[in-house]
Nanobody, 123 residues
Framework: QVTLVESGGGLVQAGGSLRLSCAAS????????MGWYRQAPGKERELVAA???????YSADSVKGRITISRDNARNTLYLQMNSLTPEDTAMYYC?????????????????WGQGTQVTVSA
């Protein structure tokens, strides 16, 4: 069983920054790509950013230029640095992982999920 545990969410003022972390325990299962989704109240879950095991990244247009996704494979940890936050970024942020090594993995729904960490941006 793969376990993903998010941390780093919280309340921040507009214009502020947050860094989310996701600690992964693969427990013998293969994890290749990892990423972050978010879901705001009344909205569908959307992919924010993702990174392959080779370091290729994808990010949604809504966050391009404001976020950096990275991973420390030695620590099995995924990060999401978010800057210039706006109230529209308010959502539950979920860490996800994929088993596939396909280049376009981010077009598929993640195989494993964390419980989420809340990000709230006040105006």
């Amino acid at each position: 069983q793969v376990t993903l545990v998010e941390s780093g969410g919280g309340l921040v003022q507009a214009g502020g920054s947050l860094r989310l972390s996701c600690a992964a325990s693969a427990n013998g299962f293969a994890i290749n790509a990892m990423g972050w989704y978010r879901q705001a109240p009344g909205k569908e879950r959307e992919l924010v950013a993702a990174i392959s095991n080779r370091g290729s990244t994808y990010s949604a247009d809504s966050v391009k230029g404001r976020i950096t996704i990275s991973r420390d494979n030695a620590r099995n940890t995924l990060y999401l640095q978010m800057n210039s936050l706006t109230p529209e970024d308010t959502a539950m942020y979920y860490c996800a992982a994929w088993k596939t090594t396909w280049t376009y993995f981010y077009t598929l729904r993640g195989d494993y999920w964390g419980q989420g960490t809340q990000v709230t941006v006040s105006a």
